[in-house]
């Protein structure tokens, strides 16, 4: 199913319709701040799982992440210390990755790799969706190395590439191709991990 949302102002009625999908256990892709992402309700496992053997990643050997509305409940889902939850504050909502440990709340599949991605994008409708479901969304670019760009940027295209393996397409209008700023906040000595669209200052 191709929808298209505004992210100015999502339609509620659309809105519902999606986050149903989410609490059945289903694939959605939506637009970020970035790039077009693959998600589902970050803690229900089987569909980690079905996105996980669908991008051909080892949950053991990656490192996941998650989309969050705020940093408000952040401690549920992650360790945060004080300087990273500044550096966060001050760059969220924004085109940023903040790796950090992670918390107990985490189902099983996160605990493996001992870490977890934070993501706040500011995009009105991944934020309405996460807001509305009530947990965290996982979050994974459609865009794949051999893509032509058309393909991971025009919605229209990206629902004619997936329209057989995910339940929801949403069209938020063009996105963008430039990956999110990833920073490894685990120690205090923060790292960029791979630079994006994001500029840490």
Same mark, same amino acid.
């Given at each position: 199913?191709?929808?298209?949302i505004?992210?100015?102002n999502?339609n509620?009625r659309?809105?519902?319709?999606v986050?149903?999908v989410?609490?059945?256990?289903g @694939? ?7 790039v077009y992402?693959?998600g589902?309700?970050a ?6 799982e ?8 080892n949950?053991q050997?990656?490192? @996941? ?17 004080n300087?990273?939850?500044k550096?966060m504050?001050?760059?969220l909502?924004?085109?940023?990755t ?6 107990s ?15 706040v994008p ?10 509305e479901?009530?947990?965290p ?14 393909y ?8 004619e590439?997936?329209?057989n393996?995910?339940?929801?397409v949403?069209d938020g ?5 430039e990956a999110s700023?990833?920073v490894d906040?685990?120690t ?9 669209k994001?500029?840490?200052?």
């Amino acid at each position: 199913m191709l929808i298209k949302i505004y992210p100015e102002n999502p339609n509620p009625r659309e809105i519902d319709k999606v986050i149903g999908v989410l609490r059945d256990g289903g @694939l959605v892709i939506y637009p970020t701040d970035t790039v077009y992402a693959i998600g589902c309700d970050a803690l229900n496992v089987r569909a980690v799982e079905k996105i996980c053997q669908m991008k051909g990643i080892n949950p053991q050997k990656s490192n @996941l992440s998650i989309i969050c509305y705020d940093l408000s409940n952040l401690s549920e889902y992650a360790k945060v210390s004080n300087s990273a939850f500044k550096l966060m504050k001050k760059h969220l909502p924004g085109p940023f990755t903040f790796i950090l440990p992670t918390s107990s709340e985490l189902p099983k599949i996160y605990k493996n790799r001992k870490e977890v991605g934070i993501r706040v994008p500011d995009n009105n409708i991944i934020r309405t969706l996460v807001k509305e479901l009530g947990n965290p969304i996982l979050t994974m670019s459609v865009h794949d190395d051999d893509d032509m760009i058309e393909y991971s940027t025009d919605p229209e295209l990206i629902y004619e590439k997936y329209e057989n393996t995910v339940d929801i397409v949403i069209d938020g209008g063009y996105g963008g191709f430039e990956a999110s700023t990833v920073v490894d906040c685990t120690t205090d000595d923060f790292e960029i991990i791979r630079q994006g669209k994001g500029i840490l200052e």
